[in-house]
């Protein structure tokens, strides 16, 4: 099936600790984001790409990376730099020529 | 002020009503708008997008999109039970610019 996989679901992290969130997507889509959520708020921009090899910090990269090695994979990593990680990750992605962007199910993290 | 604004509810319809959702922009160049649904606990789906001024209709729901006042709303007819979610509003520039700049929902529930 086609569509946006995100793992893992659900992370826990010790403190100090960096972690990676993987996503992974087979629509051949050219752009790839990854937005944060803290609940009962909107969706914030951490990084986003809009090619192989490329990648753009969005509204809140401080302690956050990613790579963007093929078309079909975004890694985002929470670093130990990041001090309020719990949050649901959501990656999303959007063919080339179209505004409209589809998202994964979403990673939830929690610092323990 | 919020780039985008949205009443974060609860707004409590009974079932059967209309249901109206409503959503204030900042940026006058921005072009392409969405409504995405978020199930509590899900990912965010698509539900609607506009470009132009005017309404879109697409069975139960009707974005209208008002430029020159920088707003947009969603109207859900016939309110279901299982349309109670939260209910997001996204703005993007377009023309190239990949980031949409979300506003942190309104939580809408249908009263059976």
């Known amino acids: 099936d086609g569509g946006i996989t995100q793992s893992p679901k659900y992370l826990f992290r010790k403190e100090g600790q960096n972690v990676t969130l993987s996503c992974e997507q087979n629509?051949?889509?050219?752009?790839m984001y990854w937005y944060r959520q803290d609940p009962g708020q909107g969706l914030r921009l951490i990084y986003y790409?809009?090619?192989?090899?490329?990648?753009q910090k969005g509204d809140i990269a401080e302690g956050y990376s990613v790579s963007r090695e093929k078309k079909e994979s975004f890694p985002l990593t929470v670093t130990s730099a990041q001090k309020n990680p719990t949050a649901f990750y959501l990656c999303?992605?959007?063919?080339?020529?179209?505004?409209?962007?589809?998202f994964g199910e979403g990673s939830w993290l929690t610092v323990v | 002020q919020k780039e985008v604004e949205q009443n974060s509810g609860p707004l409590s319809v009974p079932e059967g009503a209309i249901a109206s959702l409503n959503c204030t922009y900042s940026?006058?160049?921005?072009?392409?708008f969405f409504w995405y649904r978020q199930y509590s606990g899900k990912s965010p789906e698509l539900i609607m997008s506009i470009y132009s001024n005017g309404d879109k209709e697409d069975g139960r729901f009707t974005a209208q999109l008002n430029k020159a006042s920088q707003y947009v709303s969603l109207l859900i007819r016939d309110s279901q039970p299982s349309d109670s979610a939260t209910y997001l509003c996204?703005?993007?520039?377009?023309?190239?610019?990949?980031?949409?700049?979300f506003g942190t929902g309104t939580r809408l529930t249908i009263i059976p």
């Open positions: 999303a992605s959007k063919p080339g020529t179209a505004y409209t962007i589809y």
């Open positions: 940026d006058r160049v921005s072009q392409s």
């Open positions: 790409s809009q090619i192989v090899n490329d990648f």
């Open positions: 629509l051949n889509h050219d752009a």
């Open positions: 996204a703005v993007g520039r377009g023309f190239g610019n990949e980031k949409l700049t």
